[in-house]
């Protein structure tokens, strides 16, 4: 594995100023210009016995992935790009995708006053188009990857129409090391509740920035159904023709 980069000044300062909010994780962000994925990175430090709370943080991504095998194009200053080592204990495990999605959603608007929307498992919405999004990839360890947009300028033109980001939602340029700093203070402070036991206030939180989407209509196994709520390990409640089912894995198509 190359050697990380310098980190850049604003995100330094960013970080340094929010350190003493990290614990009770030990937050070590590492940078890199250019990486393909902060999943495999991060995934490598793991396998190597890295102790959880290391981030890798990267301008451009080359091979940047997405949920159910898509790819998530990342090229240099357009989003911010970043992957978290966790070692969660065994029950903490199914709430943690959700648990990140609240965290990105409050650091986003801790850092800028945006109050992003959740949408199941762990999009994050603002203005009705996606504005980040979370990759959980585990085994001993989990690898919780996350990518927030800033500049939809950046991206090529078919994924800027689908999607928004902070400088467009806002109208004004963005202090993207605040946004890195404030999600993972949330994150460390999301994952302490989550390993302390306290699985309710994370439940909570992500009902309360997903209610836009509860209630909705939505399309599961071909058949129209409504999203109802998540259950308290996490799953979505689908209401379809034989009652309310779970959902713990695979697509749903919101209607
Ligand atoms: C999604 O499909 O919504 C999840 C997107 C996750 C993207 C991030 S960017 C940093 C990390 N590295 C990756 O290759 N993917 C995640």
């Known amino acids: 594995m ?25 937050v ?21 016995g890295t102790p959880e709370g290391v981030v890798v943080v990267a301008d451009a991504q080359t091979a940047g992935r997405g949920r159910l095998g898509r790819t998530w194009v990342s090229p240099p200053a357009a989003g ?42 762990n999009d994050v919405f603002a203005g009705g188009r996606k504005l980040a999004g979370i990759l959980a990839e585990g085994g001993d360890f989990v690898v919780l990857g996350f990518g927030i947009n800033l500049r939809s300028g ?35 402070a999301r994952y302490a509740a989550l390993q302390q036991g306290r699985r309710e206030t994370v439940l909570q939180a992500w009902r309360a920035r997903a209610g836009a989407f ?17 259950a308290d390990d996490g799953a979505l409640l689908v209401r379809t023709d034989r009652g309310v089912e779970r959902v713990v894995a695979g697509e749903i198509r919101w209607v």
């Open 154 to 188: 950046a991206f090529p033109s078919d994924i800027a129409a689908r999607v928004t980001s902070l400088e467009e939602e806002l109208g004004r340029p963005v202090d993207r090391g605040s946004v890195l700093a404030e999600c993972l203070v949330a994150l460390a």
């Open 28 to 48: 070590d962000v590492v940078w890199y210009d250019e990486v393909g994925s902060t999943n495999d990175l991060v995934a490598r430090l793991g396998e190597g």
């Open 214 to 230: 509860l209630g909705r209509p939505i399309e599961w196994q071909g058949a129209a159904a409504v999203a109802e709520g998540i």
């Open 80 to 121: 911010i790009y970043g992957s978290v080592l966790l070692r969660p204990s065994a029950t903490v495990v199914p709430l943690l995708t959700l648990a990140a999605g609240v965290a990105i959603a409050d650091g986003i608007e801790a850092a800028t006053g945006l109050s992003p929307v959740l949408k199941w498992p």
């Open 2 to 26: 190359s050697q990380p980069d310098r980190l850049p000044h604003d995100i330094a300062d960013a970080l340094g100023r929010a350190a003493a909010r990290f614990a009770p994780l030990n």
